[in-house]
């Protein structure tokens, strides 16, 4: 009977033993315990199947062969022999004469020349510290700040200021929004300035109009381009503009 045949003989009587197990289980059940006959084999099916898994696993384990467990036992006794150290010198000479040559490819492998031609020739080079990198971005925003200073100054003492009012007259100022070219922003800047009725500007010589153009911040100019005097004059005296009319109709602002 080879070992098979055994744990296979072993199992089938350990399951021969459970199912003795679960049937007097069953029967002792229900004759002493007055369980019904389906209680009973239930639990007799259970004993069974625990029963027999138990007796299987325990009984029926696999043991080491005989020869293995020598060979067990044999290995810790196998420690280095002592001649070992005597011939080391010897072993160490045949180990080299023996050793395996270094395999190196027949064939070139690809960007291998190319890598040996160029090997030595790298360096690193360390990157820009943090603190180096603002100063950098502030070059770079110079030609910008020049760039808005293109808007020339007034020249000191160019033309001559026009009479101002501390406020507007009785009855409030006039909607200078009318003359062609002034908008809420520059109605509001002209008003900052002492102009507040239609006959100041149009009352402005060549004098007053250059000095105006050279003191409208952000706005310089507009008077001499627009024609302001010249509108002023109409809507000073009553009379209407093509602009002016669009303004009262809403149609511009």
């Known amino acids: 009977m080879n ?7 072993c199992a089938v009587g350990c399951w021969l033993v459970a199912l003795l197990g679960g049937v007097l289980a069953a029967m002792l059940l229900m004759v002493l315990g007055g369980w019904t006959f389906m209680q009973g084999v239930f639990m007799g099916v259970v004993v069974f199947v625990v029963a027999g898994a ?30 070992a150290k005597s011939t080391a010198p010897a072993a160490a000479a045949s180990a080299a004469t023996t050793a395996e040559p270094e395999i190196k490819p027949s064939t070139p492998l690809p960007g291998e020349a190319d890598l040996a031609a160029r090997k030595g020739e790298w360096k690193y080079e360390a ?3 943090a603190d180096e990198k603002p100063k950098a971005k502030k070059a770079a925003k110079k030609p910008a700040a020049k760039k808005k200073a293109a808007e020339p100054a007034a020249a000191p003492g160019e033309g001559t200021k026009p009479e101002t009012l501390s406020a507007a007259r009785e009855g409030g100022p006039d909607n200078l929004k009318e003359i062609k070219g002034v908008g809420p922003k520059l109605e509001a800047l ?15 010589g060549a004098d007053e109009v250059a000095w105006v153009d050279q003191n409208l911040q952000g706005f ?5 381009r ?25 149609d511009v602002y």
Not at 3 to 9: A, C, P, R, T
Not at 70 to 79: F, G, H, L, N, R
Not at 220 to 224: A, D, T, Y
Not at 226 to 250: C, H, M, P, R, Y
Request: with cysteine; hydrophobic share 40%.
């Open 3 to 9: 070992k098979n045949e055994g744990m296979i003989s």
């Open 190 to 204: 002209l008003h900052s300035m002492g102009f507040y009725h239609f006959d100041q500007v149009a009352g402005w």
């Open 54 to 83: 138990l007796l299987s696993w325990i009984i029926c384990k696999p043991l080491p062969a005989v020869g293995e467990a020598s060979v067990d036992a044999a290995k810790p006794e196998e420690a280095p022999r002592p001649a």
């Open 220 to 224: 310089k100019g507009r008077v001499s």
């Open 226 to 250: 627009d024609d302001w005097v010249a509108q002023a004059k109409i809507l000073a005296e009553g009379g209407e503009t093509e602009f002016s009319k669009k303004v009262g109709k809403g």
């Open 127 to 129: 990157e820009p510290k």
